[in-house]
């Protein structure tokens, strides 16, 4: 699942503002029930800290929030039709790279994407 995808389909699917960020998404049912639709919680990002530790990062308001679902189907045919439209992969957004691990000291290291090997270019699924 692409989070970044799932952004742009709750923005497209329920006419959400463009400055609109999620900052919360969780499946639905919670275990042991199959997960079968994604709740992103989110609000419109007017402004952002300007300084100290949080300095860049978006100042999200909880009186302006609100949660969308997707299903795990919808969401699924949305990025079928997504690669086709762009030719990229979806699960790496077309930047041939994925999160391999993090660490809070050594940082992020990325690896090429598991679905289109590096590539950038969506694969045919049959």
């Not at 742009?8 to 969780?26: C, D, G, I, V, Y």
């Not at 994604?38 to 860049?56: A, M």
């Not at 930047?95 to 992020?108: K, N, P, Q, V, Y």
Request: aromatic residues 8%; contains cysteine.
């Amino acid at each position: 699942m692409n989070v970044k995808l799932l952004e742009k389909q709750a923005k497209e699917k329920f006419s959400l503002p463009e400055n609109w960020e999620w900052f919360r998404w969780e499946t639905l049912p919670h275990p042991p029930a199959n997960h079968t639709f994604v709740k992103l919680t989110g609000c419109p990002i007017t402004e952002r800290y300007k300084s100290g530790k949080r300095k860049g990062r978006p100042k999200y308001s909880l009186a302006t929030s609100m949660s969308v679902t997707i299903t795990l189907a919808e969401h699924e045919a949305y990025l079928l039709a997504w690669e086709k439209e762009t030719g990229q992969c979806s699960a790496c957004t077309g930047s041939g790279e994925e999160l391999e691990r993090w660490h809070h000291i050594d940082g992020t290291k990325m690896r090429p994407c598991g679905k289109c090997n590096g590539s950038k270019k969506a694969t045919v699924r049959g």
